[in-house]
């Protein structure tokens, strides 16, 4: 693998150029930060990217976890991985100082996400799954609940898990079956299967803290019957020690790649000794769990961004290193190879993944901002940045997956045959990579969250809001007569954007929900380029008012490379709406029409 | 894997309905054939498939050859294979009779190709790459030649390889360095490395016959100086027994998947003892493997289409079984959950799939079929065929591989969680797709054939050819007035490819060559979105007329199908040309400019 994986200077730029961290410093929750803080946290983030979580990638990916007597053995790093984020604070990094977290905004606390993503993003699933399942803890759960686990969840020693899916119950949670039955004693009693359980089990933690999804006896069908509790792994008994928790581990599931991390199929209360603790109100588990599945779907796109990342620079290093063929003019089969990177298509391929990858990350850290504004605000303020992360979650999680296989698979071809032999790290990034249009909710059931959720709540208002601040964009840059051409571009886009929009929820208010919905998918993957190509536009904003300000040579040259990469997404990726407005105005039902005896 | 991988009801439909195979009976060469032998020949393909190749599908994948003491062994089936694939008569099924092959038709002979690959890629490729070798040596070479070795190829019991790339000679030829040495006995002595040759050794063949491009010694520099030899692995001694012929597998590549076939780094002459046979003109060499090169760039597009359909019926059977979820209509929540076919996403995801597949196959039949007009006509009609199989190879090449990856991975989609985990074959087949796009040519080499060489060729004489197979189809289709809208569309897009290239063209003749080059990928994603385009109106023909011919009821049914995946290629996919064309035309030289300082 390539020395580097991440560009520290464009992580920069991002947080203090384009997203301005520091500004958040002014609101009480991040008054004892400061920038230096954030540069602490990110250049500390960046060394234990590349001393603690790179050197495993590849010997994780060859030695995945194995089931034995049934236990989950998985690689010994992940203990000395657990280890240090606990005690570093990166499990806790944005959790409030009075539970012993580091109260960093989102903003930055996504950056080493990334950056651990990017190095080896099986390793990383354990720690940030802990923070997740923890701050679902205390947000929803009682003092008591919240002393029993959070310290020693955030110390690393206990790894938190989300043990939603069932059998039956993938994408459709509304019908999860395991059961939890009330007793005299303050717990539940839990029975039931749990599938597909990421770091479900594991011989490097202490304990496993599964935050549950089940059904009290009795309550209601569907997806208003479902209730929240913790199941731990082990329990504590009357003297304090642990105990068995009646939590069986019946299998693991051998995945073609992200293999560092074990899934899990769980089996709980088979000897029916099974104990939850129920977390917030019953019936609620549904929307409380939402909390951490937000939260979780950012961190997909994250790490999605974060592998296409790793990817690029490998190709990058190999695409500057590797001598083939000459320019088209060179007549003289004597004169030498030039590196391939001189090859246009070579270039095409390289500024298609940096545009993914910049784009997406840049949109990520748009709605870290939005996590901190959401916190630090109220009222009015508080719900638009409440909605905008409502309508961006889908497409941060979409657009940084779908577009990130793309990436990928882009970076591997820039290698030839060697990108698909496993001498390089490219093949393993290409498996990798694949996870994440499926897990935390595959693209399908974005596109439906987007569409039929999203953008029509509260009368469109997330929609309204979304647009506003694309505008408010466009409106900016088309005061710099050399990004007018772009911000026009943009606004076209925006405007189709609306149309398609208009179109779809008009067959919804004809009753037609089976059409309205229909194409959801596509709808998604427009809203995406859409919101990219606005990200794109605010990066150029920034890149604008910094070449006002003299910059040093080397950053001249940074900015000259992000102005050419922001004009290859509006020349190259942009115009892909063009396609889709069509397809999207005139489907017409087609694919509902094909009846399934068909096919 | 599901019991179905291909359709036999579609390659009946192409074959006869759509190729009129039986027309070919009516040429001298194909005089002793009949429809009844076609279809012997594909009903015994299907049952070799399903009984020969499909059950070692998965077990080659998760025993990859092994490179021990210097030998590489791989699966022991693969003897049996080659062995029927020997005795059956398809190694040699397009070869003359007179050398004792079956003399079939290329658009017959393409099927069986098609089905083992679906069935069980790697294994495919023992027998094709002994086939491709075997005719390049009965076009170019000896009878000396063709007697020493044509006939244990033929039967299975040697094994036949294209020897080309070299460490530093990858996609770029001409710098090829093996040289061959003259000597005064009728052969050449043999020095240099290979890499990337695929079956290059293995121990269920008895012999292993290269046919390798290497410089005479002296020859000059570049494409120019470059020939063509057999070179064995065993070579006759006096007595007429095998003796070592000085040719070494160095290492063999741990690949991400096609991880049946060995893929070796082979040396020859260490020991300055290598004998190679000239095959063809000195110098001529690379002409003369182009023969053999377009005929495994087919071959290619054939395997991606194959890999395609088995995972499209792997998905189709999940989607049909699998239940989860309900209608957006369904509110009640004790409502049984419906298969997810039902849902149009997944519809959608299995019609995109269809539309890839059956198109592609299309158009690698219709491949076929002028491979054996050209076979038959002389003068310009051959003239004709030879022009269109070379504008067509690029695309049969690039459009299944590049839109098979897509389309296996939309398979892998339908599937979930489970389409990530290898108790399901959708992981394999999308490991195995990948290197569609890198070997024989990556995508990039085939963007640069199609718009450099071949779109310019005989004052583009092969693309006017082109042009005028698909206006011919759009003038008839536009009689049939349910046809028409669709022809009409095609048509515009026709319109659109000839804007683009006569502005691509025009840079040309400016003496603009990088720019002209610059965007030749694209520009071969968008010449292959119209000819597969093409290819669906003249299956939507096809069944137009069977319709009118009172077809049966399940007929009926098939050919409702086809139509309706043939809206659905002309609603979802050809309107992607949309932004391909925008891109095309305003990038100007957009990417050439990223000065390579700036990535």
């Given at each position: 693998m390539s020395e580097q994986f991440v560009s520290e200077r464009n992580i920069r730029f991002l947080l203090y150029?384009?997203?301005?961290?520091?500004?958040?410093?002014?609101?009480?929750?991040?008054?004892?930060?400061?920038?230096?803080?954030?540069?602490?946290?990110?250049?500390?983030?960046?060394?234990?990217?590349?001393d603690l979580f790179k050197p495993s990638f590849r010997e994780m990916d060859k030695n995945q976890p194995e089931f034995i007597d049934g236990c989950v053995k998985v690689h010994p790093k992940v203990r000395e991985i657990m280890k240090i984020c606990g005690e570093g604070g990166w499990i806790s990094a944005t959790a409030p100082l009075e539970l012993g977290g580091q109260q960093l905004p989102s903003l930055v606390g996504f950056v080493p996400m990334f950056i651990y993503?990017?190095?080896?993003?099986?390793?990383?699933?354990?720690?940030?799954?802990?923070?997740?399942?923890?701050?679902?803890?205390?947000?929803?759960?009682t003092e008591d609940l919240i002393n029993a686990y959070i310290p020693n969840m955030y110390a690393g020693k206990w790894q938190g898990t989300m043990a939603l899916t069932e059998p039956q119950a993938g994408s459709s949670l509304s019908d999860i079956t395991t059961i939890a039955e009330a007793t005299d004693h303050g717990y539940y009693r839990i029975r039931g299967q749990k599938i597909f359980i990421s770091t479900g089990d594991h011989d490097c933690a202490e304990n496993i803290v599964h935050l549950l999804l089940a059904r009290v006896a009795g309550a209601p069908a569907g997806a208003k019957g479902i209730s929240l509790f913790v199941v731990p792994k082990l329990?504590?008994?009357?003297?304090?020690?642990?105990?068995?928790?009646?939590?069986?581990?019946?299998?693991?599931?051998?995945?073609?790649?992200?293999?560092?991390?074990?899934?899990?199929?769980?089996?709980?209360?088979?000897?029916?000794?099974?104990r939850g603790y129920l977390v917030g109100l019953p019936h609620?588990?549904?929307?409380?769990?939402?909390?951490?599945?937000?939260?979780?779907?950012?961190?997909?796109?994250?790490?999605?961004?974060?592998?296409?990342?790793?990817?690029?620079?490998?190709?990058?290093?190999?695409?500057?290193?590797?001598?083939?063929?000459?320019?088209?003019?060179?007549?003289?089969?004597?004169?030498?190879?030039?590196?391939i990177i001189e090859h246009p298509d070579v270039k095409r391929m390289l500024l298609f993944q940096r545009a993914i990858v910049e784009g997406s990350l840049s949109l990520l850290l748009q709605c870290g901002k939005y996590v901190d504004m959401e916190k630090v605000l109220e009222g009015d303020e508080k719900e638009k940045y409440t909605l905008l992360l409502e309508i961006l979650t889908p497409i941060a999680k979409t657009y940084p997956a779908e577009m990130g296989i793309l990436s990928v698979s882009q970076a591997l071809q820039c290698l030839g045959g060697y990108g698909y032999c496993d001498e390089f790290p490219l093949e393993q990034l290409y498996r990798d990579?694949?996870?994440?249009?499926?897990?935390?909710?595959?693209t399908g059931i974005q596109g439906l969250d987007l569409l039929g959720r999203k953008v029509t709540m509260k009368n469109g208002k997330a929609a309204l809001l979304f647009l506003n601040e694309v505008e408010e964009s466009i409106d900016i840059a088309k005061i710099d007569p050399t990004l007018k051409p772009y911000a026009d571009k943009l606004?076209?886009?925006v405007n189709e954007l609306k149309k398609v929009t208009a179109h779809l929820v008009g067959l919804a208010m004809e009753g037609k929900i089976d059409l309205f919905l229909a194409d959801a998918t596509l709808y998604l993957e427009f809203f995406g380029i859409v919101a990219i190509g606005w990200q794109w536009l605010l990066q150029a904003l920034a890149v604008k008012k910094a070449i006002r300000g003299n910059p040093s040579e080397s950053d001249l040259r940074f900015y000259q490379s992000k102005l050419h990469t922001f004009r290859y997404f509006f020349c190259y990726e942009l115009p892909k709406i063009k396609g889709l407005t069509e397809s999207l105005l005139t489907s017409n039902g087609l694919t509902l029409e094909m009846n399934k005896e068909l096919f």
């Open positions: 150029e384009v997203f301005d961290a520091s500004s958040l410093i002014k609101y009480p929750r991040y008054a004892e930060h400061s920038q230096e803080i954030f540069d602490m946290v990110f250049e500390t983030a960046l060394k234990l990217g590349r993503s990017a190095a080896n993003y099986a390793a990383s699933v354990y720690p940030y799954l802990t923070a997740g399942a923890a701050h679902l803890i205390y947000s929803f759960g329990r504590s008994d009357e003297t304090g020690g642990l105990v068995s928790n009646d939590v069986q581990v019946t299998g693991i599931y051998h995945k073609m790649g992200y293999r560092g991390a074990p899934i899990t199929h769980l089996s709980f209360g088979d000897n029916d000794d099974c609620r588990g549904l929307s409380h769990m939402f909390q951490l599945m937000n939260e979780a779907r950012i961190a997909v796109g994250i790490a999605a961004a974060g592998i296409a990342s790793a990817a690029y620079y490998s190709a990058l290093e190999y695409s500057r290193e590797r001598p083939q063929g000459r320019p088209p003019a060179a007549k003289d089969p004597l004169s030498p190879q030039v590196p990579a694949r996870i994440h249009t499926i897990h935390e909710g595959t606004e076209e886009s």
